[in-house]
């Protein structure tokens, strides 16, 4: 079974609880699920883990793996891997990263690795997300939003996917914010892309595991994601 790598048009755009929503619901169907956030950025949670981010995958995919190999590197400041590493002098670590989803990857049979920010976020100088996804060897699945002008950002982030030849499973639209009917916007981006839109995520009020299994389930296509 592959791993996949959850991408975005932009920051912000709901990574973190798509991929937990897809962990809660892999498991339900009975896969046994690992997941990953390599690079995570922010202030530092003053208990417990780091970052809040991996602390909602670890519980929606009800996992109990070490910080480390889940997030090798925490940055301290809200910035990109490489303004990280520029402003705080802590160069992000592309073999710890490598290895830490190889030793997760014995563990489970499936890992869902969030990415951060948009799938050109700089992490070394001609080193963006879309060379660590090439370097992890695993399909992507690309969120994008429903206000306007998501359909340029959606484009530009299938292109890139292209230009360096990581295959796409498919893309979900996460309507957390108004602008684009679901409908047309799906239509749009079949007909734009030629890439399978899996569903819509509506906004999400209770995100407790069994509600988002709940939802997850009735508006993604997951059997086409395990394929």
């Not at 339900?28 to 997941?35: A, H, L, R, T």
């Not at 030793?103 to 050109?120: P, T």
């Amino acid at each position: 079974m592959k791993s996949l790598f959850i991408t975005g048009t932009d920051t912000d755009v709901g990574k973190t609880y798509i991929t937990a929503g897809l962990a809660v619901s892999f498991q339900k169907m009975g896969v046994d699920v690992g997941v990953m956030k390599p690079f995570a950025a922010g202030s530092a949670q003053k208990k417990g883990y780091k970052s809040e981010d991996v602390e909602i995958l670890l519980r929606a995919a009800n996992a109990l793996d070490p910080e480390n190999l889940v997030n090798p590197q925490f940055f301290p400041i809200p910035a990109s891997p490489f303004t990280a590493w520029k402003n705080l002098k802590t160069k992000p670590k592309i073999p710890l990263i490598i290895s830490s989803f190889k030793k997760l990857s014995k563990l489970h049979d499936m890992i869902l690795v969030e990415g951060i920010g948009g799938i050109m976020t700089p992490i070394l100088k001609e080193y963006y997300v879309t060379n660590l996804i090439k370097d992890m060897k695993i399909p992507t699945v690309i969120v994008t939003r429903s206000k306007v002008g998501t359909i340029n950002h959606t484009i530009m982030t299938v292109k890139m996917c292209e230009k360096y030849k990581i295959p796409i499973k498919g893309i979900i639209i996460n309507n957390f914010d108004s602008g684009y009917p679901v409908n047309e916007l799906t239509r749009d981006l079949k007909s734009l892309t030629q890439v399978p839109v899996l569903g819509s995520i509506p906004f999400i009020n209770d995100m407790s595991n069994a509600s988002l299994s709940k939802i997850f389930q009735k508006n993604l296509d997951l059997k086409l994601l395990l394929k």
